[in-house]
Structures are given as structure tokens and as C-alpha cells.
């Protein structure tokens, strides 16, 4: 197992430098860069005429290494993350790129873990419930709606969703974490509680869709065991039907949607990020966004880095969770 683990971290050192280098190369495919933005921005201010406005563009360029080569700007970039735990200089933001992340990057991870958590229990739960009752009226219920919720975009629903909140609830934070009163509190059990409620629609839009997938997947595993011969055996010998799909059906059932949860990860992270957005929750989603949009390539490419390590710590752990339940993997 230890080998095993070894040999998995070593494979996944070229996939992030390949999603390092991706992430940073993806970031300055759009035109221009920062100074551009910034001298668009000081020229709708007035007062400033566009040469004095290019060469203040020029300066920050040459100030902020913009006016380097892409190459050698990822390689400063990557050099200052590896030696110096740096990952740049936000440039609308002035502020250090480490401190963005370590600001936003717990609350991504709370709704990310959150909605993994809660649509793979509930997920594997149903899935065994309608595998049990094939074709009857819950199972193609449940079927359709897990359709529907895999089809229907997670930005849509985050907007329809904002809808209801506002106009139907009438609720006055859908953007914010806390309530006015817990925002500068210090932690209690009352402020957790308000933080969960407050996320909960992000929650919800980030796992809908992972519900209906992990449904899906632990359905159709569960009714290919339930088919196999052992498990007809176990039925010959007189066993309890709840035995045999519990003790002997489920857990062989499991492998699949164990490698599947590699996947589905990353899956809750993307609805989180479109959720968020919508929302305008501030979680990393959001700032992405913006730095998307002012070409600030820092944040951005830093964002999207920290993204991949998350997808790939994910598969890493499905990995290993599925080692530890079928050792034959890791020989």
C-alpha cells in the first residue's frame, strides 16, 4: 500500500507541472494583459491623454515583468512557488496572491467538501434503495429526475434559485456568508450555523447534479452484482434478501462508484465555482472571474492551479480509498 502511494504521488509530479504550465498559458491567450486594462481604466477616468496613458501602461509593464517573454514569465512565476511559497502579485487587488488564496480557498473547500459529502452518501443510499426496486414507480421517479438534474446547466439553476430566495423568500444576504450580525463575531456554534444556512443554496447547486450521477452509477453497479452468481448462491442458502445485498452485493458494488468519486470532485468544484459566481458568494469562484476579466494573471493562473491540485488530490484519495478496499489494486 505504502509503495502504491508512492508510486501515485511520483506519477501525479508531471501532471502538475502539466497543469501549471496549462493554467498559466490558458491565462494569456486573451489579448493584452494588465496594462492594458489599467490604462482603459485611466483613460474613462479623464484627465489623462492617451500617450501619457501608454506610457504609464509601459511602466507598469516593465514595473511588473509583463514585458518579459510568456516563457520566462512562467518560469519567475513557478520559480517563486516552489522556492518561495509566491504565487505573484494580484495587480487590481495590491495585494500578495498567497494571502487571496489562503482567504478564499477554506470557504471553496467547505461547499466543495460539503456537497461531495452529502450527494455521495445520499447518493449511494438511494442507489441501493431503487436497485432493490427496479422499474417500480419510485425507481422511474427517480430515474427521470436524475436525468433532469444531470441535463439541467448549474448556472441556470443557480439563477432560478436566486430568483425564488429574493423575490419569493425575500432573503437580504443570498451574496454574503454571514448574517450582519456574525460577520465580525467571533466563532460560535450560532455563527457555524448561520454560515451553513447562507451556503446552503451553493451547496445545493454544486450537488444536485453529483446526486443524480452517484445515483445513477451505484443503481446500475448494484443491478450487475445483484446479477452475478455468488449473489444467487447466497440467495440458494437462504439468507436474508437485506443480507445479501448488504453484506455481499453493496460492497462489491462500491469499487465503481469509489473510482467514480475521482471524478465527481472535480464535478463539485466546477458547480461550485458557476454557483458562486451567480451568487456572487465570496469564494475563489468570484475572484477568478474578475481577474479573468482584468487580466490579472497572478490570481488567475494561481487560481487555476490551485483548482488542478484539488482535482488531483481528489483522484489521488478515490486512489487510495479503493486500494484500501480491494488491495489487489495496489500489487
Not at 511588473?64 to 514569465?73: H, N
Not at 452485493?249 to 472535480?266: S, W
Request: hydrophobic letters at 50%; charged letters at 15%; aromatic letters at 12%.
Amino acid at each position: 500500500m505504502l509503495f502504491f502511494f508512492i508510486k501515485r504521488i511520483l506519477t501525479s509530479i508531471p501532471v502538475l507541472i502539466g497543469i501549471s504550465l496549462i493554467a498559466f498559458t490558458i491565462i494569456q491567450l486573451p489579448p493584452g494583459d494588465y496594462a492594458n486594462t489599467y490604462k482603459n481604466e485611466i483613460m474613462t477616468l479623464g484627465g489623462v491623454s492617451e500617450s501619457d496613458a501608454d506610457i504609464m501602461a509601459q511602466k507598469l509593464r516593465v514595473k511588473y515583468g509583463l514585458d518579459k517573454p510568456v516563457f520566462t514569465q512562467y518560469l519567475i512565476w513557478i520559480k517563486n512557488i516552489i522556492t518561495e511559497g509566491n504565487f505573484g502579485y494580484s495587480f487590481s487587488y495590491q495585494r500578495d496572491v498567497s494571502e487571496l488564496i489562503l482567504e478564499r480557498l477554506p470557504r471553496t473547500l467547505l461547499i466543495a467538501l460539503l456537497a461531495h459529502a452529502i450527494t455521495t452518501v445520499i447518493g449511494i443510499l438511494l442507489g441501493i434503495y431503487v436497485a432493490r426496486y427496479k422499474y417500480s414507480i419510485f425507481d422511474n421517479l427517480i430515474t427521470v429526475t436524475s436525468y433532469l438534474l444531470t441535463s439541467v446547466p448549474r448556472f441556470s439553476l443557480a439563477l432560478i434559485i436566486y430568483f425564488v430566495l429574493v423575490f419569493h423568500f425575500d432573503v437580504k444576504e443570498v451574496s454574503s456568508l454571514y448574517s450582519p450580525q456574525y460577520a465580525l463575531a467571533p466563532w460560535s456554534f450560532d455563527k457555524l450555523l448561520n454560515l451553513l444556512i447562507h451556503i446552503a443554496p451553493v451547496v445545493l447547486i454544486a450537488g444536485l447534479g453529483g446526486l443524480a450521477r452517484n445515483i445513477r452509477v451505484m443503481r446500475g453497479n448494484l443491478l450487475d452484482v445483484i446479477n452475478s452468481q455468488y449473489i444467487q448462491t447466497a440467495r440458494s442458502k437462504g439468507l436474508k434478501e437485506s443480507k445479501v445485498i448488504i453484506k455481499h452485493a453493496v460492497p462489491n458494488a462500491l469499487h465503481p462508484i469509489i473510482m467514480y468519486q475521482g471524478m465527481i470532485f472535480p464535478y463539485m468544484i466546477e458547480g461550485e465555482l458557476e454557483a458562486a459566481i451567480v451568487l456572487s458568494i465570496p469564494t475563489m469562484a468570484p475572484m477568478f472571474y474578475t481577474a479573468i476579466l482584468k487580466h490579472d494573471i497572478y490570481v488567475a493562473g494561481s487560481f487555476l492551479f490551485v483548482y488542478g491540485i484539488m482535482l488531483l488530490v481528489g483522484n489521488i484519495l478515490a486512489d487510495l480509498c479503493l486500494a484500501w478496499l480491494d488491495p489487489r489494486i495496489s500489487t
